[in-house]
């Protein structure tokens, strides 16, 4: 099984090449795969590990600070108590990638809808709720963004199946 550095970098080199054949070809379809297989980077199929990612977790306490890493653990906390590591809803593509933007997706209804009824019970303004979780679907489940994320889903899962870790290889 290959380590979260592997993982990231075969996401990176994805997203470089979707990139490469966006500019090529001029084409925005392929820019949202590079977004969606750069996104694979950060929610990847590791975040059912308790550490919610090793390779996560250290960029971003390098780039965001403790504060920032202890979020992101706390936010895949309910993620990573779910599953047990490498288990098909976790790794497999396609579904992995659905059950995982739900999640995300849950998380975002609930604190921009309590936020914006919040709002609306203080204030009385007239907030247009349901265009906003339209606009978070569309956004998360666009079909191009998701090839993307599922590219580096199928790259992480066949890089797990492929690679063996050899007893005693950190």
Not at 73 to 90: D, L, N, V
Not at 124 to 151: A, E, R, T
């Amino acid at each position: 099984m290959s380590d979260g550095k592997v993982h990231a970098t075969a996401s990176l080199l994805l997203a470089a090449s979707f990139s490469v054949a966006a500019m090529a070809t001029n084409s925005p379809d392929l820019f949202k795969c590079a977004v969606g297989s750069l996104v694979g980077v950060f929610v990847t199929p590791d975040l059912d590990l308790s550490n919610a990612g090793v390779v996560q977790g250290s960029f971003i306490r390098k780039k965001v600070g403790w504060f920032g890493e202890r979020a992101w653990k706390w936010f895949w906390k309910g993620y990573s108590e779910s599953f047990k590591h490498g288990q098909f809803a976790s790794h497999f593509p396609v579904y992995s990638t659905i059950v995982r933007l739900l999640y995300v997706y849950f998380w975002i209804v609930l604190v921009e809808g309590g936020t914006h009824l919040l709002i609306h019970f203080l204030f009385d303004y007239n907030l247009q709720l349901i265009n906003d979780f339209i606009w978070w679907g569309k956004m998360m489940f666009g079909l191009n963004f998701f090839y993307g994320l599922v590219s580096s889903d199928l790259i992480h899962y066949t890089l797990d199946k492929f690679t063996v870790k050899h007893i005693g290889e950190q």
